[in-house]
């Protein structure tokens, strides 16, 4: 490994798929470069929007809240977080403080909402529920079926036009290969950096940070002097995605690129299927009234299952 960065600087970071040595200064740059890159030839913001960052605590929504506080210098476009507890005890506490921290440090406004506010229960009394009454669903489903329900909401709520999320390349790969292996070509077809289709009712989310390896991004934090968050959450179990993780960093240890290369192939079927994608019809939840590509939303279709109340955002 070289010991040096091309411009004099001691190495600070190897990045074996390009053959780089970099420097801190060069490394953060080049993190930095490849999301706004990914934000211009995407068309992500304009100077209208107003941008809401959803701030888990967590490395990548750090990464994501540190370079998009860029974004006003050069887009104009306005900035504001939003934290979701979950309702974790023991877990969470110490993400949200790390949000609330990663705000004020960059100066963002910011909001803190709860699910036991939004839906009258947290996670945790989600998971019990459901395990009295026999429901073999994991709680990494349920969360993320009410979280991003949650993050629609609270967009529509404050007037965001865009949800900046923290999906990283790893992410993007381990989805795709999910999707393919489910079959589910109506999600590959949605797949990429922005919705190739925006709906009303929909916020649309975006990913600035979906060509940037997950590895990089914890570097990035690291080098620019965050805290880390490194609690696993307890509800975390195995599952399809965890196994595809495993896969994925041993052939990416062996073959630098491929995750690359995957979530290249993901790209490219999905502007083969933008056709089906833009013809694709959305319909309104039977349940609640929101938009659904279903009859019955997957929010309201979790709580039929569990047999609770309504939610109240």
């Given at each position: 490994?070289?010991?040096?960065?091309?411009?004099?600087?001691?190495?600070?970071?190897?990045?074996?798929?390009?053959?780089?040595?970099?420097?801190?200064?060069?490394?953060?740059?080049?993190?930095?470069?490849?999301?706004?890159?990914?934000?211009?030839?995407?068309?992500?913001?304009?100077?209208?929007?107003?941008?809401?960052?959803?701030?888990?605590?967590?490395?990548?929504?750090?990464?994501?809240?540190?370079?998009?506080?860029?974004?006003?210098?050069?887009?104009?476009?306005?900035?504001f977080?939003?934290?979701?507890?979950?309702?974790?005890?023991?877990?969470?506490?110490?993400?949200?403080?790390?949000?609330?921290?990663?705000?004020?440090?960059?100066?963002?406004?910011?909001?803190?909402?709860?699910?036991?506010?939004?839906?009258?229960?947290?996670?945790?009394?989600?998971?019990?529920?459901?395990?009295?009454?026999?429901?073999?669903?994991?709680?990494?489903?349920?969360?993320?079926?009410?979280?991003?329900?949650?993050?629609?909401?609270?967009?529509?709520?404050?007037?965001?036009?865009?949800?900046?999320?923290?999906?990283?390349?790893?992410?993007?790969?381990?989805?795709?290969?999910?999707?393919?292996?489910?079959?589910?070509?109506?999600?590959?077809?949605?797949?990429?950096?922005?919705?190739?289709?925006e709906?009303?009712?929909?916020?649309?989310?975006?990913?600035?940070?979906?060509?940037?390896?997950?590895?990089?991004?914890?570097?990035?934090?690291?080098?620019?002097?965050?805290?880390?968050?490194?609690?696993?959450?307890?509800?975390?179990?195995?599952?399809?995605?965890?196994?595809?993780?495993?896969?994925?960093?041993?052939?990416?240890?062996?073959?630098?690129?491929?995750?690359h290369?995957?979530?290249?192939?993901s790209d490219?079927?999905?502007?083969l299927?933008?056709?089906?994608?833009?013809?694709?019809?959305?319909?309104?939840?039977?349940?609640?009234?929101?938009?659904?590509?279903?009859?019955?939303?997957?929010?309201?279709?979790?709580?039929?299952?569990?047999?609770?109340?309504?939610?109240?955002?």
């Open positions: 490994m070289p010991a040096e960065c091309r411009c004099g600087r001691p190495c600070f970071y190897f990045r074996r798929q390009s053959g780089e040595a970099l420097c801190k200064r060069c490394f953060t740059k080049s993190i930095e470069k490849t999301a706004f890159k990914t934000i211009k030839k995407e068309g992500l913001f304009t100077p209208e929007d107003r941008i809401m960052i959803a701030l888990s605590g967590g490395k990548d929504s750090i990464a994501l809240a540190h370079i998009l506080s860029k974004i006003e210098k050069r887009y104009g476009a306005k900035l977080a939003v934290t979701i507890d979950e309702g974790v005890r023991g877990y969470r506490e110490e993400g949200i403080r790390i949000a609330r921290e990663v705000a004020r440090r960059l100066e963002l406004e910011h909001y803190t909402f709860t699910f036991k506010d939004a839906y009258g229960y947290t996670l945790e009394e989600i998971c019990e529920i459901a395990k009295s009454k026999g429901i073999q669903l994991l709680g990494c489903s349920f969360c993320g079926i009410l979280r991003r329900r949650l993050l629609n909401d609270l967009a529509l709520k404050l007037d965001a036009t865009k949800v900046a999320t923290g999906h990283n390349l790893d992410d993007e790969a381990q989805t795709f290969l999910i999707n393919l292996f489910r079959g589910d070509v109506d999600r590959i077809g949605r797949a990429g950096a922005r919705p190739l289709v709906r009303e009712g929909f916020i649309p989310r975006v990913k600035p940070l979906r060509y940037i390896p997950e590895k990089e991004i914890a570097v990035y934090v690291y080098a620019k002097g965050y805290d880390l968050y490194q609690r696993e959450c307890p509800y975390v179990r195995a599952s399809l995605r965890d196994e595809i993780r495993d896969i994925l960093n041993r052939l990416e240890a062996d073959h630098p690129g491929t995750k290369s995957i979530v290249n192939v490219s079927l999905s502007k299927l933008e056709q089906k994608t833009m013809s694709s019809k959305m319909e309104r939840c039977s349940i609640c009234g929101a938009p659904s590509s279903r009859s019955v939303c997957r929010a309201c279709e979790v709580f039929s299952l569990l047999g609770i109340g309504r939610f109240a955002i």
